[in-house]
């Protein structure tokens, strides 16, 4: 809490000065954590993202939104069905790219801050984020696979299931944690923040943030992915030990 609050403190004190010959910028912001490391016991964790903003042109502070997008992944959906009893495949949906992991976050509902226009434009809330989803299923139409996408991912923690909180102190000072899960995918993050004033965004930053596996996890994740036969051999020789070392034991119990 201490780190937390000497951050913003920083923060602040930096924008009471700058430089005469240079317009103050409207927005900055930052996180107290570049990198999410996941190592063995790796149980989730919070990243503070902190800033603050300027008057622009004596219409307020504004609001203050940020949108956290994981690297895109490919994505199948299959619809099951019964057919004389049996559960089959009965539709598939599938992305070419889509977030690995989604998280907003803002100083008031969205559609208090801007109109669905902009929201589209910059794909700002899950209503408005664009997912194209080629389905080959001749019951379901794609809004249906899009629910279901959103629906497990939600269910897996990866999507936010609202949009959270960001505290503003002073009128300045604006502050978040964003919640990273145990099972949250590896790569580069962007974080977006966005500073809108009656409807319009006028003033963006992009942040990168790096989720990656570090230690002995990560070597063994490597050697998987890069050496995958030696490690399935590996695996399968490992197995048979543990097979015979507990035969041994019950034998001689």
Same mark, same amino acid.
């Given at each position: 809490m201490r780190f937390r609050l000497a951050l913003l403190l920083a923060l602040c004190a930096a924008l009471s000065w700058s430089p005469p010959a240079r317009a103050?910028?409207? #927005?900055?912001?930052?996180? &107290?954590?570049?990198? /999410? =490391?996941? $190592?063995?016991?790796?149980?989730?964790?919070?990243?503070?993202?902190?800033?603050?903003?300027?008057?622009v042109d004596g219409?307020?502070?504004?609001?203050?939104?940020?949108?956290?997008?994981?690297?895109?992944?490919?994505?199948?959906?299959?619809?099951?069905?019964?057919?004389?009893?049996?559960?089959?495949?009965?539709?598939?949906?599938? #992305?070419?790219?889509?977030? &690995?992991?989604?998280? /907003? =976050?803002? $100083?008031?509902?969205?559609e208090e801050i801007a109109p669905e226009v902009i929201l589209d434009r910059h794909q700002i809330g899950l209503e408005h984020l664009d997912l194209d989803i080629r389905v080959k299923d001749g019951e379901m139409d794609p809004a249906e696979y899009r629910k279901a996408l959103i629906r497990l991912k939600q269910k897996q923690g990866l999507f936010g299931d609202k949009v959270h909180q960001i505290g503003m102190l002073s009128q300045r000072l604006f502050r978040t944690d964003m919640h990273f899960p145990a099972n949250v995918p590896v790569g580069t993050y962007m974080v977006e923040v966005y500073l809108l004033v009656a409807g319009q965004v006028v003033s963006a930053q992009t942040t990168p943030l790096v989720v990656s596996k570090i230690g002995i996890g990560a070597d063994v994740f490597d050697f998987a992915h890069q050496q995958a036969a030696a490690y399935g051999l590996i695996a399968i020789a490992l197995a048979a030990l543990a097979g015979w070392l507990a035969a041994v034991a019950f034998k001689k119990g």
């Amino acid at each position: 809490m201490r780190f937390r609050l000497a951050l913003l403190l920083a923060l602040c004190a930096a924008l009471s000065w700058s430089p005469p010959a240079r317009a103050a910028e409207p #927005l900055v912001a930052d996180l &107290s954590n570049h990198l /999410v =490391a996941i $190592t063995t016991g790796f149980a989730g964790t919070d990243v503070l993202l902190f800033g603050a903003i300027e008057d622009v042109d004596g219409k307020g502070g504004g609001d203050v939104v940020v949108v956290v997008r994981g690297p895109n992944r490919a994505e199948t959906l299959r619809r099951k069905a019964r057919n004389t009893g049996i559960w089959v495949n009965s539709g598939t949906g599938k #992305l070419d790219g889509a977030p &690995s992991f989604y998280w /907003v =976050a803002a $100083t008031r509902p969205l559609e208090e801050i801007a109109p669905e226009v902009i929201l589209d434009r910059h794909q700002i809330g899950l209503e408005h984020l664009d997912l194209d989803i080629r389905v080959k299923d001749g019951e379901m139409d794609p809004a249906e696979y899009r629910k279901a996408l959103i629906r497990l991912k939600q269910k897996q923690g990866l999507f936010g299931d609202k949009v959270h909180q960001i505290g503003m102190l002073s009128q300045r000072l604006f502050r978040t944690d964003m919640h990273f899960p145990a099972n949250v995918p590896v790569g580069t993050y962007m974080v977006e923040v966005y500073l809108l004033v009656a409807g319009q965004v006028v003033s963006a930053q992009t942040t990168p943030l790096v989720v990656s596996k570090i230690g002995i996890g990560a070597d063994v994740f490597d050697f998987a992915h890069q050496q995958a036969a030696a490690y399935g051999l590996i695996a399968i020789a490992l197995a048979a030990l543990a097979g015979w070392l507990a035969a041994v034991a019950f034998k001689k119990g």
